[in-house]
């Protein structure tokens, strides 16, 4: 074979194998639907004795739920020796074999102080599906993933980097997603609606205001699910963020950011959702680690529950809740 030839064949697989990995990418719903396993607050430190142990429970919740995509809401690694914990979290993806998305916690960045570092590492799989996107909204802070039935988009997923630190003098406590970035969730959303409605999630760590408020009576729409057992840490500036889920018409936003938190609220008619708990060892929590399992219909309704390592799940809930 001629010097020209190899270089054409390997130019081919090259192509080849790029369209593999793009159709891989792209996120379709099963007949009987389409199923995300949101894992949180993971705070994986490969230096512990236990991790091979933890990864184990990763896999065993992985294999019962058999998810289409896993979505990870933030505080993944959050270890001095970050760079080794993220090159085995990305090892243990890609043994997965399962499409995943994730979004930053605000103690991701804290050793690795370039998110870029941690986008490009994860970004390397084959399997990452935050990069393969309608468009990005805003740099790396948020960004749209579709997911197809029938070739029609029948959801999107929005994932918004909540930030970490308030990084104004004159407010305390945790940042808070910026006008810049809601202004874009709009439209993003009048783009994706021209024609017809789209059902729409939104996943994020850190939890809006409204989480709180729904914890009143005066403001839910019903009776909160689940362990309310810690105040919920939210910021201290209310930008606006629920008024766009609420104006646009999301079937619910996904937070983790408390470990002791994991319940459902619905508030004016958007349901407002923990997930569990993921990580053992590494952080607080009374709560069991687990996961949240969220079933997508076609219909434009979902079916939630928490599963945790004990393969033990909560009571299963059709979302959203009729007012």
Same mark, same amino acid.
């Given at each position: 074979?001629?010097?020209?030839?190899?270089?054409?064949?390997?130019?081919?697989?090259?192509?080849?194998?790029?369209?593999?990995?793009?159709?891989?990418?792209?996120?379709?719903?099963?007949?009987?639907?389409?199923?995300?396993?949101?894992?949180?607050?993971?705070?994986?430190?490969?230096?512990?004795?236990?991790?091979?142990?933890?990864?184990?429970?990763?896999?065993?919740?992985?294999?019962?739920?058999?998810?289409?995509?896993?979505?990870?809401?933030?505080?993944?690694?959050?270890?001095?020796?970050?760079?080794?914990?993220?090159?085995?979290?990305?090892?243990?993806?890609?043994?997965?074999?399962?499409?995943?998305?994730?979004?930053?916690?605000?103690?991701?960045?804290?050793?690795?102080?370039?998110?870029?570092?941690?986008?490009?590492?994860?970004?390397?799989?084959?399997?990452?599906?935050? #990069?393969?996107?309608? %468009?990005?909204?805003?740099?790396?802070?948020?960004? $749209?993933?579709? &997911? *197809?039935?029938? @070739?029609?988009?029948?959801?999107?997923?929005?994932?918004?980097?909540?930030?970490?630190?308030?990084?104004?003098?004159?407010?305390?406590?945790?940042?808070?997603?910026?006008?810049?970035?809601?202004?874009?969730?709009?439209?993003?959303?009048?783009?994706?609606?021209?024609?017809?409605?789209?059902?729409?999630?939104?996943?994020?760590?850190?939890?809006?205001?409204?989480?709180?408020?729904?914890?009143?009576?005066?403001?839910?729409?019903?009776?909160?699910?689940?362990?309310?057992?810690?105040?919920?840490?939210?910021?201290?500036?209310?930008?606006?963020?629920?008024?766009?889920?609420?104006?646009?018409?999301?079937?619910?936003?996904?937070?983790? #950011?408390?470990?002791? %938190?994991?319940?459902?609220?619905?508030?004016?008619? $958007?349901?407002? &959702? *923990?997930?569990? @708990?993921?990580?053992?060892?590494?952080?607080?929590?009374?709560?069991?680690?687990?996961?949240?399992?969220?079933?997508?219909?076609?219909?434009?309704?979902?079916?939630?529950?928490?599963?945790?390592?004990?393969?033990?799940?909560?009571?299963?809930?059709?979302?959203?809740?009729?007012?």
């Amino acid at each position: 074979m001629s010097i020209m030839r190899k270089i054409i064949y390997i130019v081919l697989l090259v192509v080849i194998n790029s369209a593999s990995l793009m159709a891989k990418k792209k996120l379709e719903f099963r007949e009987d639907g389409f199923r995300i396993l949101q894992m949180t607050d993971m705070h994986i430190d490969p230096s512990k004795k236990n991790i091979v142990e933890y990864y184990q429970m990763l896999n065993k919740m992985v294999e019962h739920t058999r998810p289409d995509l896993l979505f990870f809401t933030g505080d993944i690694v959050t270890s001095p020796n970050a760079l080794d914990g993220w090159c085995m979290f990305k090892e243990w993806l890609d043994k997965t074999g399962i499409p995943f998305a994730f979004v930053m916690g605000n103690h991701d960045p804290e050793y690795i102080h370039d998110k870029d570092l941690i986008y490009q590492c994860l970004s390397r799989s084959p399997y990452c599906s935050s #990069h393969y996107r309608i %468009n990005e909204i805003s740099e790396k802070n948020a960004y $749209v993933l579709p &997911i *197809y039935n029938k @070739r029609q988009i029948a959801w999107t997923l929005f994932g918004v980097d909540s930030g970490s630190m308030s990084t104004d003098e004159s407010v305390d406590g945790y940042d808070w997603v910026k006008t810049q970035t809601i202004r874009k969730v709009y439209q993003q959303v009048e783009q994706l609606e021209k024609n017809n409605p789209v059902s729409k999630l939104m996943f994020l760590h850190i939890p809006v205001p409204e989480y709180a408020m729904a914890t009143k009576k005066r403001y839910r729409d019903f009776p909160i699910l689940g362990h309310h057992w810690e105040k919920v840490c939210c910021p201290n500036i209310n930008s606006g963020l629920f008024y766009c889920l609420w104006s646009t018409h999301f079937k619910g936003v996904f937070a983790g #950011h408390d470990h002791d %938190n994991d319940y459902v609220a619905q508030m004016y008619g $958007v349901p407002l &959702i *923990y997930g569990r @708990r993921t990580g053992k060892g590494t952080c607080y929590g009374k709560l069991r680690m687990g996961a949240r399992v969220i079933d997508l219909n076609s219909n434009g309704s979902y079916y939630t529950w928490i599963i945790d390592r004990k393969l033990k799940r909560s009571n299963r809930l059709l979302l959203p809740m009729i007012k």
